[in-house]
């Protein structure tokens, strides 16, 4: 017969063990927005991706932060657990909300990646712009005119 303070004892090692591997790390993520031209205090939306996430479709991003584009660099900051990201930015000039393109989807509106990626024919890949976040970091990130 099991006595109470064996499934005492079995079910404080099964808790530990449970919650031991169920500890998320996290991390500050900081980017650094250079070039912003135009600083009459329109906002500069990033999206940070994860491998999971449809990089760098607006709106299917894990995380978003906006902030006033009024000075012509800008911090912006994210706590996230450890993993595999990229980050995709653009300067909302208009207030929209939206990264206006022309009629081929070129961006209109200053925009930047991760890596400092720059496109050539077409969107970038997730793995042209990811990096590991296993501890606190800064990324600089220029804008694209």
């Known amino acids: 017969m099991i006595t109470k303070r064996l499934l005492t004892t079995i079910f404080t090692l099964f808790l530990c063990s449970f919650l031991n591997g169920h500890v998320t790390e996290?991390?500050?993520l900081f980017i650094k927005v250079v070039g912003l031209k135009d600083t009459t205090g329109k906002s500069i939306k990033a999206g940070i991706y994860s491998v999971d996430n449809r990089f760098p479709e607006q709106?299917?991003?894990f995380m978003e932060v906006s902030k006033s584009g009024d000075?012509?660099?800008i911090v912006l900051n994210f706590d996230l657990p450890r993993g595999e990201y990229a980050v995709a930015i653009f300067h909302d000039l208009?207030?929209?909300g939206m990264l206006n393109t022309n009629w081929?989807?070129?961006p209109r509106e200053?925009?930047?990646f991760s890596k400092n990626f720059h496109p050539k024919?077409?969107?970038p890949s997730f793995d042209d712009c990811s990096f590991k976040l296993t501890s606190d970091k800064t990324i600089e990130i220029s804008l694209i005119d």
């Open 26 to 28: 996290e991390y500050k």
């Open 59 to 61: 709106g299917s991003h």
């Open 71 to 73: 000075e012509e660099s």
């Open 94 to 96: 208009d207030g929209d």
């Open 104 to 106: 081929i989807g070129i």
């Open 110 to 112: 200053p925009y930047g």
């Open 121 to 123: 024919m077409s969107a």
